[in-house]
């Protein structure tokens, strides 16, 4: 069972010292604990949850939300010895509808024209961290584990050093590790401690997100029977549609289901989550008519405000950071946690390439990986927001146009696929990753910058 350091002497020291034990926190530990010919490794997590009755149970953040995983994540899922425990709880994509609301373009993506058996999956939240929690005990046990849960507690101090970095806990636990990964999430507190700023985009929309229970295929509704075979429950088909007020998304879920993120004004989305099941669900269908299907049932809602914040860096002196950390992206189009895996494989591969785990070499090559792929990806969400979400006739037109070239197009159509999937950027990281280090951009004969200081947390008049 993971161990919680409690005596702040002597200075514990680690190799790698993750602060958040969410889902990229964890899934990193994992990865870096069980990378095939890598040396082994003593790794902390500082997770700011308490646990529940049990150290190996999942943090708060791991719920029933759902995410999809593109085609490229489940590759290195695979490759990490994850995908075959999480399949039985993942439902495949085989085919996204693509529309804008009130306009005749459409969009239709399937994966038999990629010789695929799925453009991806979808899974609830909770398995991953199910599946990363039970995965992660055996490695905090015993007399000398080579994880350590810190829970809860927070880091409060960085002082980076030479060789090291010494960071000071909430509870004054102190502790040194050669390489610091900052993977709390979006708001995370710890950027300002190493230096890093961060910038913010409010979008001005808020999503609610739901999971949806359909009408099974022999339901006797005329609204059911009036949509044809899609009743069924989903048939492996996922849809995106654009509204004047953002993007709608129905993931297929196991069971007859669908994860819903209903992106829409802050004002309306707080009016939705409050609505009786039965005029929640009334709206959803008048939104999205019957395509879909009938739907006959919501679970809990949560609403979320949209921004895109992205570091000024991915990295520091003896510091990277990885996830929401790094980049938080709006949901359209689903590429958050992918992009969020492609941090981690590149962040665990370098870890086997080099002797010491924090050095110039690898935090630089780390940054020159990920800020490409990132400034790609938020690219794409970014623009896809802003497009879809101008009410000019004019761009709403041209909008129309550009869903039907898409759709007929197969050269343009399969460059955008491949890239929505991840395999684009996912190939050219592989690329870069088989190259040697002096063949990497950045300029290696830099000397390894040593900036010695010591932050504390900011006072409530600095984040002001």
């Known amino acids: 069972m993971p161990q919680t350091c409690h005596s702040p002497t002597p200075t514990a020291q680690f190799d790698v010292v993750i602060s958040g034990g969410g889902m990229t926190g964890a899934m990193l530990a994992y990865r870096l604990l069980t990378q095939a010919n890598a040396r082994p490794l003593r790794i902390a997590i500082i997770e700011q949850t308490a646990a529940a009755t049990d150290d190996a149970k999942p943090t708060a953040s791991f719920d029933s939300r759902s995410i999809a ?6 590759e290195l ?92 806990l909430q509870s004054g636990v102190v502790l040194t590790t050669s390489l610091l990964v900052l993977a709390e999430g979006g708001d995370s507190p710890s950027r300002a401690l190493v230096g890093i700023d961060c910038s913010r985009d409010d979008y001005q929309q808020t999503a609610l997100i739901a999971n949806i229970g359909l009408a099974p295929a022999a339901a006797n509704s005329a609204a059911v029977t009036s949509a044809a075979a899609t009743s069924a429950a989903h048939q492996y088909k996922a849809y995106e549609r654009f509204t004047k007020d953002g993007p709608m998304a129905l993931l297929p879920l196991p069971q007859h289901r669908f994860s819903l993120v209903w992106t829409t004004t802050p004002e309306r989305a707080a009016e939705l989550k409050l609505l009786p099941e039965r005029e929640f669900l009334a709206q959803l269908q008048h939104e999205f008519g019957y395509r879909a299907g009938e739907f006959i049932s919501v679970g809990n809602r949560v609403v979320y405000p949209l921004q895109l914040k992205q570091a000024k860096q991915a990295s520091a002196h003896r510091v990277v950071l990885a996830g929401n950390s790094l980049h938080s992206l709006h949901p359209i189009a689903g590429q958050g946690f992918n992009l969020a895996l492609r941090d981690l494989q590149a962040l665990s591969q370098l870890v086997q390439q080099h002797t010491d785990v924090g050095s110039y070499a690898l935090t630089s090559q780390y940054q020159t990986l990920r800020l490409q792929d990132m400034q790609q990806t938020v690219w794409l969400t970014d623009s896809l927001v802003r497009l879809f979400s101008n009410a000019s006739k004019l761009v709403a037109f041209g909008r129309t146009i550009g869903l039907t070239l898409l759709n007929h197009l197969t050269p343009l159509k399969t460059a955008f696929a491949a890239q929505t999937m991840g395999l684009t950027p996912l190939r050219a990281q592989q690329q870069q990753l088989r190259l040697k280090p002096e063949h990497v951009k950045p300029d290696q004969a830099a000397p390894d910058p040593v900036a010695p200081q010591s932050t504390s947390e900011p006072s409530a008049s600095e984040m002001s």
């Open 77 to 168: 899922l695979h490759d990490w010895g994850l995908w075959r425990d999480l399949k039985a709880h993942a439902c495949a994509i085989k085919q996204i509808e693509v529309s804008d609301r009130g306009h005749i373009g459409k969009t239709y993506v399937n994966a038999l024209d990629y010789r695929r058996d799925a453009l991806g999956y979808v899974i609830e939240i909770e398995w991953i961290g199910d599946c990363l929690y039970q995965k992660l005990a055996p490695f905090a046990q015993g007399e000398q584990p080579r994880l350590t849960w810190l829970r809860p507690d927070a880091l409060t101090g960085v002082t980076q050093q030479q060789s090291l970095v010494e960071l000071t």
């Open 69 to 74: 995983l593109s085609a490229a994540s489940l």
